[in-house]
């Protein structure tokens, strides 16, 4: 492992690690354009010059960080006058020929040539007596349905040229011309349409590529970034959401080398459309007296609504109690709702989720591929598996020893057959589970249950004809952790609070729990996580605060169906 | 001092382009003694007679060979010639290869010995069309004589050699530019390290010569590397030289002098200064040098000397200007070439060329300001050394050396808001 002296500062690095990244080591950041980690190198921008000496010997010239790799008896400079003339001459001839349109420009608040040439740059210019080059007509060019270029902002550095041949691999991009006309574009015939093709926005560090979704949306320096995880499918890609007062903007990836990398795709950049689009509910909504089924609406608080919902579980009638899960709950919330099952003495539970397209998102492992549309189906599946908890009913003598084991109303059950009108309360825990909630077809065979409740942050068609239907927070309101395709558990936070009388859903639930048994009451996601990682095993060892923030791979190897057997194991004694 | 033409010995001879017209000059012959040498010993001998590179930068040819790396003999290894000659004023190459160029074969096939390449290209300027087929043509008498291919001249070396045509940029005779357009990528120069000796063409070491300096091998072989040193200057200048004179001289051409003839003799030697004229200024070696003056009449045209002078030798391409010459409109004629041709890959090149063009044609229009050549030169030192390959230092030497030694050519356009030169139709 060489060691290398960084502006006085030596660090221990890893042979083949490039200046660059070593300075990042010790604190000294090389300032770079167009050097990206997961790009070749291609030394072209010039902007990470610095004075490199080995073994006591100054080399000649300046050399680019990015290219030189870090070696023993290696120092190098990025202090020096010679250094600093040079950054401040790129700096200058990256800006001659830029428009300086920033106060128009969607990058402004987070471009690279503002923040280089504030630290690097010179205050005033000594191109004023020329003409800058233009690219007439290839102002705003979209080079296919997400991404659109302004050709005059560009510096050429070509990150989204090398990230197209290598990155999506699927090559649209191109340099054309020559010298100062150079230009970037995409080839005769083809345009900039791939699953990741807004990652190229990402790269490009000034405003030359702009995101037809977030165009003129909003001035970046006006959002809120927190971090959180995509749930458009079960890769679980780490981003960053950007709102604010409580309206998303965009997301963008969040790095993390265990799973989406640098990268993410656009299909999770457009889920957080689904919060503005869909009616959102907001306040606890109870139909007509109990039991009827086509009284008036009324509005109530949560006590009421809570109570309702406490007293129809504990009403043992005939009929069956059914908890119809989702691929969007939080390990905690399904495990909650999975003792709340156990209080009904339920086994129908089951977690419903739609196949989606099967993009994948490309790490240093491979990448990683998503083919369901929630973020968290191995997650809720891991507690709310059909049928676990029926050795339950049998212990609690509901059902007579010699009685056959009563059917299990699985999700198909519920959402294709006529399962519903066995229940006798059935519980949906999440109002926008999927493509069910929305289908008229499956909306009706729900409503056949006695009586319907459902939580959900979307006033779906489903929740339209609930008997209760309560409002909770939608995934950027509210804690919890993630179970993605590989098993790995990732935490996130609340980005901003929930609206209206909405809360979350471990809140809600902890509630409704405390009814049975007091000591569930005013759990927090934390405090569930906690609990979960004491009893079970695939937990074991991790809690809330400690979990790493590239997230954890669960102890519980391989496959959906070993985990689900595996899973029935970790069930929780009866108390 | 009378001196047997060496490399152009056979320009007029046009039995020299068929093989027996070659073979009747003792072509071949090289080759045939290079076969029986260990391959080591051939660069040994070419190191020693000390052969510079001639497309430029003179690198030491022998020491270039020894870089490729000979520990793993599956590893293919490649020889590139590059023949993309493309420099305002150079027109050396085309001469060897329109008339010789079955020496520029034998060169290549000996250094592909010597560094057990068994592939050879010749990557050509496009434009260059007449030599390229005079070249194919005597691939093909090459091929059919028993000295290309499976064995070499009856022994069991195997040698492919191709012609390989560009496509018009100035910017593929950059060694790592050609090898970008070599492998059908577009001919923008590679960040070095690593240097084509280890990664070349298609990932593998390669040897990348000039035409002439190729053509130099034979010679050294068949005559010995003490006959080769006895040419030249010293030690470090050594061999007989092409120089290709153009401008104001009355017969302008390329001459084949031994290295570090004077100025002043090479001007003799090419009928002297056109119409009697004044010489004002000259380029010693091609567009990317930087300008003498007059008063450097008697240099003496080797590497090492014209490097000492602020200038470089390159290759050899002498520019020959008078007095009616206006340096401001040269220069700016020159930065208007280079930025043309800057691939536009890396910032200071790409935005500088383009930059100096700019104010240097201002300059020449008459809008001219003070502080200009202030600009200039401050523009120039941005641009060379930090450039990615060569080309932003070639671009910033004619630049740098109007701002330095002739000052007052810009002072004049500035004060007189005009060109004070007589008209040209340059722009």
């Not at chain 2, 017209?21 to 076969?35: D, Q, S, V, W």
């Not at chain 2, 001007?267 to 119409?275: F, P, Q, S, T, Y």
């Amino acid at each position: 492992m060489p060691k290398v002296t960084i502006n006085d500062r030596t660090v221990e690095v890893e042979a083949g690690t490039n200046v660059i990244e070593a300075g990042v080591k010790v604190g000294v950041q090389i300032p770079h354009y167009c050097y990206h980690p997961r790009l070749t190198v291609v030394g072209q921008c010039r902007m990470c010059l610095v004075e490199v000496w080995q073994n006591g010997k100054k080399l000649p010239k300046l050399q680019t960080a990015c290219s030189t790799t870090a070696a023993e008896n290696m120092e190098v400079r990025t202090d020096t006058p010679e250094v600093r003339q040079a950054q401040a001459g790129m700096m200058e001839f990256f800006l001659i020929n830029h428009p300086l349109d920033c106060p128009i420009c969607d990058q402004a608040g987070e471009c690279g040539l503002q923040d280089y040439s504030f630290k690097h740059g010179v205050a005033f210019s000594r191109f004023q007596f020329e003409d800058k080059r233009t690219y007439p007509g290839r102002e705003r060019i979209p080079l296919g349905p997400n991404v659109i270029l302004n050709m005059n902002r560009c510096i050429q550095c070509t990150r989204c040229v090398r990230f197209t041949h290598e990155v999506s691999k699927t090559g649209e991009l191109g340099f054309f011309n020559r010298g100062a006309r150079t230009e970037i574009g995409t080839f005769p015939g083809k345009e900039l349409d791939n699953p990741l093709s807004t990652c190229v926005v990402d790269v490009c560090p000034v405003g030359a590529l702009t995101s037809t979704r977030f165009r003129f949306a909003e001035r970046v320096f006006y959002l809120d970034k927190k971090p959180s995880i995509c749930t458009g499918c079960d890769v679980g890609c780490n981003i960053t959401i950007e709102h604010r007062r409580g309206d998303i903007k965009r997301y963008k990836p969040r790095f993390n080398p265990e799973v989406n990398d640098y990268w993410m795709c656009d299909y999770g950049r457009s889920t957080f459309e689904r919060y503005k689009t869909v009616p959102r509910l907001r306040a606890c909504r109870m139909r007509g007296q109990e039991g009827e089924k086509t009284g008036t609406e009324t509005m109530g608080s949560w006590k009421e609504a809570l109570d309702l919902v406490h007293r129809r579980l504990r009403l043992r009638t005939d009929g069956a109690v059914a908890f119809l899960g989702s691929g969007f709950l939080t390990n905690e919330e399904a495990w909650l709702a999975a003792r709340l099952a156990d209080y009904a003495g339920s086994p129908h539970r089951g977690v419903p989720v739609d196949l989606g397209a099967g993009w994948t998102i490309p790490n240093l492992q491979g990448g990683i591929t998503g083919t369901e549309l929630a973020p968290n189906r191995r997650g809720a599946e891991l507690f709310l598996r059909p049928g676990s908890g029926i050795e339950l009913e049998e212990t609690l003598g509901g059902a007579g020893n010699g009685k056959e084991k009563p059917q299990v109303l699985d999700p198909d059950e519920l959402l294709l057959g006529d399962g519903a009108s066995k229940c006798a309360v059935l519980v949906v825990l999440d109002s926008d589970f999927g493509r069910g909630a929305y289908t008229p077809e499956v909306v009706e065979r729900l409503r056949r249950a006695q009586f319907l409740v459902v939580l959900g942050w979307a006033d779906s068609p489903l929740a339209k004809v609930a008997d209760v239907a309560l409002p909770v927070a939608t995934h950027a309101e509210k804690d919890g952790t993630f179970v993605n395709a590989e098993w790995r558990v990732q935490r996130f936070n609340a980005a901003f609070p929930a609206p209206g009388q909405a809360r979350s859903t471990v809140e809600a639930l902890a509630d409704l729990l405390g009814r049975f048994d007091a000591k569930w009451a005013g759990l927090t996601a934390d405090k569930v996580f906690d609990r979960i990682a004491s009893e079970v095993p695939a937990f074991t060892g991790h809690t809330w605060h400690t979990l790493p923030a590239t997230g954890s791979a669960l102890h519980v190897p391989g496959a959906h169906t070993a985990m689900s057997d595996a899973a029935a194991e970790t069930l929780p004694e009866v108390s | 001092m009378a001196f047997e033409r060496v490399l152009t010995r056979n320009v007029g001879n046009r039995d020299a382009l068929t093989l027996d017209g070659y073979r009747k000059t003792g072509g071949y012959e090289a080759l045939a003694k290079a076969l029986k040498m260990e391959p080591d010993a051939v660069i040994e001998e070419v190191k020693k007679s000390g052969l510079r590179g001639r497309g430029g930068a003179g690198f030491p040819a022998g020491m270039k060979w020894g870089f490729i790396p000979q520990k793993d003999p599956n590893q293919p290894r490649y020889l590139v010639c590059n023949a993309d000659e493309s420099e305002p004023g150079t027109f050396k190459d085309r001469l060897l290869m329109e008339h010789d160029p079955h020496q520029l074969i034998e060169g290549c096939a000996i250094c592909c010995w010597a560094v057990r390449a068994a592939t050879c290209y010749i990557y050509i300027r496009g434009e260059y069309t007449k030599a390229a087929a005079i070249l194919e043509r005597a691939l093909k008498d090459a091929y059919e004589g028993g000295i290309l291919g499976d064995g070499v001249l009856g022994s069991n070396f195997k040698l492919d050699m191709y012609v390989h045509r560009g496509a018009g940029a100035y910017i593929c005779g950059e060694e790592t530019g050609m090898l970008e357009s070599l492998e059908g990528k577009r001919g923008q120069p590679r960040v070095k390290p690593p240097f084509p000796a280890v990664v070349g063409a298609f990932g593998a070491p390669t040897v990348i010569n000039n035409v002439e300096t190729l053509c130099n091998v034979p010679h050294i072989l068949v005559r010995g590397a003490d006959w080769f040193k006895s040419i030249g200057t010293d030690e470090r200048n050594t061999g007989p030289k092409l120089y290709a004179i153009s401008g104001h001289v009355e017969r302008p051409g390329t001459y084949e002098h031994p290295i570090g003839i004077t100025f002043r003799e090479m001007l003799e030697a090419a009928g002297g200064m056109w119409r009697q004229g004044t010489l004002k200024a000259f380029i010693p070696g091609g567009a990317s040098a930087p300008i003498l003056k007059a008063s450097e009449i008697d240099i003496k045209m080797d590497f090492d000397t014209v490097a000492k002078a602020g200038s470089m030798l390159g290759s050899a391409a002498v520019i020959v200007m008078d007095e009616t010459v206006c340096m401001v409109r040269s220069v700016a004629r020159l930065a208007k070439f280079f930025n043309h041709e800057s691939c536009g890959q890396c910032t200071p090149c790409r935005e500088g060329t383009n930059w100096m063009e700019l104010v240097l044609k201002r300059l020449e229009h008459g809008e001219g300001r003070e502080g200009d050549a202030m600009l200039l030169k401050s523009v120039a030192g941005n641009v060379g050394g930090n450039s990615l390959c060569a080309l932003g230092d070639a671009a910033v030497g004619p630049v740098k050396s109007l701002v330095e030694r002739f000052p007052e050519e810009i002072d004049a356009h500035v004060r007189e808001r005009r060109c004070p030169f007589p008209e040209y139709r340059y722009f």
